[in-house]
């Protein structure tokens, strides 16, 4: 197939991952010169009632659980579906923050629904990119002929429903799947036709090798990135300092704006402290960040600099020159930083391995095997009259717990008597495990609390009730 984007965008039931799920999936394939192909997608997903939403998510959206229930397809349904007709060979998928945040969910979802979690991703010539750090980027060097919003304290931001009012392009509805995918798109045009050569070479460096050979050159380069300061308009100058310590497609990367000196004879203990040290000014953050090259993180050769991008970014270079000057000659600094790195990995493992993770959760606990695989597909092929007698021994204790999970979410008319009881305990426990600090207590809470705001406008509070009353219909009944 001839190589396409596909924008899309997610709606979620919150903000985390593990927890969370997709309630809206919108999306619109366009060729390569962004114009549109076919008709766009626009798909509710159904929650299941082991699930309660984030009430602050749902304010925000308007989604409630009751129109997925209603309207939605079960996760199962949804992803026979994009793979059929979504994830198609030499796709792009592309969208507005969607490879920090959404392809995080759909990772989950996958994973969840007995689908490799990444295959959709890379394999026939799949690719992703993101449409924010391009943005950023073309604020930090190429500002000209666009409009640049800032928040109501006058900082610049880069949120997109601020982007398209400032630019007059059409967004009807800021945070619905749909409506976000078009205006996306309208904004990716825009910056095409402002700046057609960072565009372009933007999309050229996405991928890893791209991002490997600038990044390995042993060159300082410009890095654009949501973790650097809006003051500088999210844009440094870096040095690579060595491949990250995880043994991951990744390296350290340096902020030449900030003198090293007082980091470099530091003990990695002392680094690992500095590393998780928390400011409120953004301009003191610790220099050292990780570039993963998967990312798609927006890097460029110094070449692009200018003498309008320097002052804007206000970049003193003759601090840069002599930063990464004392960077050169540091013995010893790129260990130390690799020691704090690890024992930060260890404090996280030790806490990890001390919290009960459940089942859903364990995605990146490894890879599954190829035997493993094979039952995977089996389990996805399977209709509603082929699950309730599916009988799988799988090599990976984590596939053996999802899968009567899968079948109650995706087949609850198919559950035996004992499957049901076994359904109704899990959920049980799942809500109202932990007494006072349970799912369900948070969750009451949290719509009493919301609820008891005075200038609350009546579609707000509408939402509310209706959290309220989904709440209710899902606890387990009381033994």
């Not at 308009?233 to 991951?248: D, F, R, Y």
Request: with cysteine.
């Amino acid at each position: 197939m001839e190589p396409s984007f596909y924008f899309f965008d997610l709606e979620t039931s919150g903000i985390r991952a593990r927890e969370g799920r997709v309630m809206q999936f919108g999306g619109q394939r366009t060729g390569m010169d962004l114009e549109p192909v076919g008709e766009p997608d626009n798909l509710l997903i159904k929650l299941t009632d082991d699930i309660l939403p984030e009430p602050g998510a749902i304010l925000v959206t308007g989604i409630t659980p009751q129109s997925t229930q209603q309207e939605g397809l079960t996760e199962a349904e949804f992803l026979r579906y994009f793979a059929g007709h979504i994830a198609l060979p030499n796709t792009v998928f592309v969208g507005f923050n969607t490879v920090r945040f959404d392809h995080e969910f759909m990772r989950f979802m996958m994973y969840r629904n007995f689908y490799d979690a990444y295959e959709w991703e890379y394999k026939d010539g799949r690719s992703r990119w993101d449409i924010l750090d391009l943005t950023r980027m073309v604020r930090a060097l190429r500002p000209d002929d666009i409009k640049w919003p800032v928040d109501a304290e006058g900082k610049p931001t880069n949120r997109l429903e601020l982007l398209t009012a400032a630019n007059e392009l059409e967004h009807d509805g800021a945070h619905d799947a749909l409506s976000d995918v078009r205006a996306t798109v309208a904004l990716a045009r825009l910056l095409r036709s402002k700046q057609p050569k960072l565009f372009d070479y933007l999309l050229k460096v996405r991928t890893k090798s791209e991002v490997a050979a600038l990044v390995n050159a042993g060159k300082p380069f410009i890095y654009t990135s949501g973790k650097y300061p809006s003051a500088y308009e999210k844009t440094t100058i870096v040095t690579t300092l060595g491949a990250h310590p995880s043994g991951q497609a990744a390296v350290m990367v340096y902020d030449l704006r900030t003198d090293p000196t007082p980091l470099l004879h530091l003990s990695p203990a002392e680094l690992a402290a500095a590393m998780q040290e928390r400011h409120e000014d953004e301009t003191k953050r610790f220099p050292v960040k990780t570039l993963k090259f998967n990312r798609c993180p927006a890097i460029a050769p110094l070449g692009v600099l200018d003498d309008a991008s320097i002052t804007r970014l206000k970049l003193d270079m003759t601090a840069v020159k002599r930063n990464a000057a004392i960077l050169e000659k540091a013995a010893g600094f790129y260990e130390n930083l690799a020691r704090a790195i690890n024992l930060l990995e260890q404090e996280r493992q030790t806490v990890q391995s001390q919290e009960k993770t459940e089942v859903d959760e364990q995605l990146y606990d490894g890879f599954f095997g190829d035997g493993d695989r094979t039952k995977m597909a089996v389990v996805r092929a399977a209709d509603a009259s082929d699950i309730s007698g599916l009988d799988l021994e799988f090599d990976d204790a984590r596939l053996t717990g999802l899968l009567p999970l899968y079948k109650a979410r995706n087949f609850p008319s198919s559950l035996s008597g004992e499957e049901r009881e076994n359904w109704d305990k899990y959920r049980e426990n799942r809500l109202l495990g932990g007494g006072s600090e349970s799912r369900a207590a948070r969750y009451f809470k949290e719509l009493s609390e919301l609820s008891t705001q005075a200038d609350l406008a009546p579609g707000k509070r509408f939402l509310l009730e209706e959290l309220q009353l989904y709440g209710e219909s899902i606890l387990p009944a009381p033994d």
